[in-house]
Protein backbone atom coordinates (compact mmCIF):
# COMPACT_ATOMS: atom_id res chain seq x y z
CA UNK A 1 0.00 0.00 0.00
CA UNK A 2 2.66 2.38 0.74
CA UNK A 3 4.44 1.88 -2.59
CA UNK A 4 1.12 2.69 -4.38
CA UNK A 5 0.80 6.08 -2.62
CA UNK A 6 4.47 7.05 -2.79
CA UNK A 7 3.36 6.74 -7.00
CA UNK A 8 0.30 8.99 -6.72
CA UNK A 9 2.32 11.39 -5.19
CA UNK A 10 4.99 11.20 -7.14
CA UNK A 11 2.20 11.41 -10.26
CA UNK A 12 0.60 14.51 -8.24
CA UNK A 13 3.93 16.27 -8.54
CA UNK A 14 4.48 15.41 -12.25
CA UNK A 15 1.26 16.83 -13.12
CA UNK A 16 1.26 19.55 -10.86
CA UNK A 17 4.64 20.62 -11.46
CA UNK A 18 7.62 22.36 -9.53
CA UNK A 19 6.46 26.21 -9.38
CA UNK A 20 4.60 25.13 -5.62
CA UNK A 21 5.57 23.03 -2.59
CA UNK A 22 3.58 22.85 0.54
CA UNK A 23 4.54 25.95 2.51
CA UNK A 24 4.96 27.95 -0.57
CA UNK A 25 2.75 30.72 -1.76
CA UNK A 26 2.06 30.75 -5.45
CA UNK A 27 0.85 34.08 -5.68
CA UNK A 28 2.52 37.60 -4.37
CA UNK A 29 1.70 38.12 -0.75
CA UNK A 30 0.33 40.71 0.64
CA UNK A 31 3.21 43.30 1.87
CA UNK A 32 3.46 46.62 3.09
CA UNK A 33 7.20 46.63 3.82
CA UNK A 34 10.06 49.94 4.32
CA UNK A 35 13.33 50.66 2.43
CA UNK A 36 16.13 52.11 4.09
CA UNK A 37 14.54 55.29 3.71
CA UNK A 38 11.42 54.44 5.40
CA UNK A 39 9.61 54.88 2.40
CA UNK A 40 6.57 51.93 2.60
CA UNK A 41 6.13 50.04 -0.61
CA UNK A 42 2.93 47.98 -0.71
CA UNK A 43 1.61 44.64 -2.85
CA UNK A 44 -0.84 46.88 -3.67
CA UNK A 45 1.92 49.15 -5.83
CA UNK A 46 2.40 46.11 -8.35
CA UNK A 47 -0.58 44.80 -8.58
CA UNK A 48 -1.18 45.24 -12.52
CA UNK A 49 3.14 44.71 -13.45
CA UNK A 50 5.42 41.87 -13.69
CA UNK A 51 7.28 42.16 -10.57
CA UNK A 52 10.46 40.45 -10.30
CA UNK A 53 11.59 40.29 -6.83
CA UNK A 54 15.98 39.78 -5.94
CA UNK A 55 16.52 39.05 -2.54
CA UNK A 56 18.80 37.50 0.06
CA UNK A 57 19.59 37.46 3.49
CA UNK A 58 23.39 39.12 4.15
CA UNK A 59 25.64 36.14 2.57
CA UNK A 60 23.37 35.89 -0.69
CA UNK A 61 23.85 39.62 -1.16
CA UNK A 62 27.03 39.74 -2.67
CA UNK A 63 25.29 37.65 -5.49
CA UNK A 64 22.76 40.07 -6.15
CA UNK A 65 24.10 42.76 -8.03
CA UNK A 66 25.26 40.66 -10.75
CA UNK A 67 22.23 38.37 -11.14
CA UNK A 68 20.50 42.42 -11.11
CA UNK A 69 22.43 43.51 -13.95
CA UNK A 70 22.42 40.52 -15.66
CA UNK A 71 18.49 40.49 -16.18
CA UNK A 72 18.48 44.18 -16.27
CA UNK A 73 20.69 44.04 -19.56
CA UNK A 74 18.87 41.21 -20.47
CA UNK A 75 15.23 42.79 -20.31
CA UNK A 76 16.16 46.60 -21.16
CA UNK A 77 15.43 46.24 -24.86
CA UNK A 78 12.50 45.34 -24.95
CA UNK A 79 9.12 47.17 -25.57
CA UNK A 80 7.39 46.77 -22.42
CA UNK A 81 10.32 46.91 -20.34
CA UNK A 82 8.15 49.96 -18.04
CA UNK A 83 5.81 47.22 -17.21
CA UNK A 84 8.36 45.23 -14.87
CA UNK A 85 9.06 46.29 -11.60
CA UNK A 86 11.83 45.44 -9.37
CA UNK A 87 11.74 44.80 -6.23
CA UNK A 88 15.16 44.53 -3.77
CA UNK A 89 14.97 42.29 -1.01
CA UNK A 90 17.28 42.38 2.00
CA UNK A 91 16.21 39.38 4.62
CA UNK A 92 16.86 41.02 7.63
CA UNK A 93 15.47 39.16 10.62
CA UNK A 94 17.31 38.37 13.49
CA UNK A 95 18.92 41.84 13.54
CA UNK A 96 18.40 42.82 17.35
CA UNK A 97 16.49 46.00 17.27
CA UNK A 98 19.00 47.65 19.20
CA UNK A 99 21.30 47.97 15.89
CA UNK A 100 18.49 48.39 12.97
CA UNK A 101 19.84 51.45 12.45
CA UNK A 102 23.66 50.59 11.77
CA UNK A 103 22.29 47.87 9.82
CA UNK A 104 19.83 50.37 7.48
CA UNK A 105 23.32 52.55 7.23
CA UNK A 106 24.53 49.57 5.39
CA UNK A 107 22.54 49.81 2.49
CA UNK A 108 22.84 52.60 -0.82
CA UNK A 109 22.67 56.10 0.02
CA UNK A 110 21.26 56.73 -3.43
CA UNK A 111 17.39 57.04 -3.45
CA UNK A 112 16.78 55.13 -6.35
CA UNK A 113 18.58 52.29 -5.32
CA UNK A 114 16.02 51.57 -2.53
CA UNK A 115 15.63 47.84 -1.09
CA UNK A 116 12.74 46.90 0.59
CA UNK A 117 14.00 45.78 4.36
CA UNK A 118 12.43 42.49 5.16
CA UNK A 119 12.49 42.57 9.61
CA UNK A 120 9.94 39.58 9.66
CA UNK A 121 11.56 37.84 6.93
CA UNK A 122 8.23 37.52 5.28
CA UNK A 123 9.05 36.64 1.77
CA UNK A 124 11.87 34.28 2.95
CA UNK A 125 9.10 32.07 4.87
CA UNK A 126 6.98 32.44 1.97
CA UNK A 127 8.62 31.83 -0.53
CA UNK A 128 11.23 29.10 1.61
CA UNK A 129 14.54 31.30 0.06
CA UNK A 130 17.66 30.00 0.74
CA UNK A 131 19.89 30.65 2.42
CA UNK A 132 23.45 32.05 1.15
CA UNK A 133 22.21 32.47 -1.99
CA UNK A 134 19.91 35.32 -4.86
CA UNK A 135 16.62 34.16 -4.69
CA UNK A 136 14.72 35.68 -7.66
CA UNK A 137 11.01 34.97 -7.91
CA UNK A 138 8.92 36.70 -11.44
CA UNK A 139 5.45 36.89 -11.10
CA UNK A 140 2.78 38.28 -13.69
CA UNK A 141 0.47 41.00 -13.05
CA UNK A 142 -2.17 39.84 -10.29
CA UNK A 143 0.40 38.40 -8.92
CA UNK A 144 0.78 34.44 -9.82
CA UNK A 145 4.28 33.15 -9.22
CA UNK A 146 5.50 32.33 -12.90
CA UNK A 147 8.84 31.43 -11.43
CA UNK A 148 10.85 30.93 -8.88
CA UNK A 149 15.00 29.71 -8.64
CA UNK A 150 18.15 30.70 -6.78
CA UNK A 151 21.31 30.85 -7.40
CA UNK A 152 24.76 32.32 -6.55
CA UNK A 153 27.41 32.76 -9.21
CA UNK A 154 25.80 33.79 -12.95
CA UNK A 155 24.45 30.95 -14.47
CA UNK A 156 23.37 31.49 -18.08
CA UNK A 157 20.80 28.54 -18.47
CA UNK A 158 19.10 29.85 -15.24
CA UNK A 159 19.35 33.57 -15.99
CA UNK A 160 17.52 32.39 -19.74
CA UNK A 161 15.03 31.07 -17.87
CA UNK A 162 13.93 33.69 -15.70
CA UNK A 163 14.29 36.38 -18.97
CA UNK A 164 12.07 33.79 -21.25
CA UNK A 165 9.84 33.75 -18.17
CA UNK A 166 9.75 37.81 -18.01
CA UNK A 167 9.05 38.20 -21.74
CA UNK A 168 6.90 35.43 -22.36
CA UNK A 169 4.50 37.21 -19.23
CA UNK A 170 4.74 40.83 -21.26
CA UNK A 171 3.83 39.26 -24.29
CA UNK A 172 0.95 37.89 -22.88
CA UNK A 173 1.71 34.10 -22.94
CA UNK A 174 0.91 31.67 -20.17
Known sequence: MKHRA?????????LVGPTTTHGQDSTLIDFEIKDQFGRVHSHQDYINRVVVVIGSDKDGSQFNGIWDEAIHDSLENHPEYGRIAFLALADVRGVPFFIKG????????????WVLLDWKGRFTKAYRFDPGSTNILVFAPGGRLMH???????????????????????????
Open 148 to 174: RVHGRGLEVDVLRGIVTTVRDVLDGQP
Open 102 to 113: IVKGKFPKERDK
Open 6 to 14: GLIIILVLV
